[in-house]
Nanobody, 124 residues
Framework: QVQLVESGGGLVQPGGSLRLSCAAS????????MGWYRQAPGKQRELVTR???????NYADSVKGRFTCSGGNRENTVYLQMNSLRPEDTAVYYC??????????????????WGQGTQVTVSS
């Protein structure tokens, strides 16, 4: 199994910055991608950013130029640097890892794993 531990959320004023981190541990053989999703109240969960095992990143249009995703499978940790935060960035942010890991009873299985979520609130 894979365990994900997130940290770094909180309350920040518009224009401020926050840095999220997510560390993956467990019986991991390979990580194919890591990233962040977010879900605001009353809205569907959406992709914010993702980094592949090769280091390629992609971003939602709404965060391009403001957010930076780093880390990846070399460290088993993914970071999200969020600058110029806006009230509309307020959401619960979830770490996501696409990994091949050992699951008792199933052997090595590739699946998506999710963090517990961390609240980001942008407000004055």
């Amino acid at each position: 199994q894979v365990q994900l531990v997130e940290s770094g959320g909180g309350l920040v004023q518009p224009g401020g910055s926050l840095r999220l981190s997510c560390a993956a541990s467990g019986s991991i053989r390979s990580i194919y991608g890591m990233g962040w999703y977010r879900q605001a109240p009353g809205k569907q969960r959406e992709l914010v950013t993702r980094i592949t095992s090769g280091g390629t990143t992609n971003y939602a249009d709404s965060v391009k130029g403001r957010f930076t995703c780093s880390g990846g499978n070399r460290e088993n940790t993914v970071y999200l640097q969020m600058n110029s935060l806006r009230p509309e960035d307020t959401a619960v942010y979830y770490c996501n890892v696409d990994a091949l890991a050992y699951i008792s009873g199933s052997g090595y299985t590739r699946k998506d794993y999710w963090g517990q979520g961390t609240q980001v609130t942008v407000s004055s």
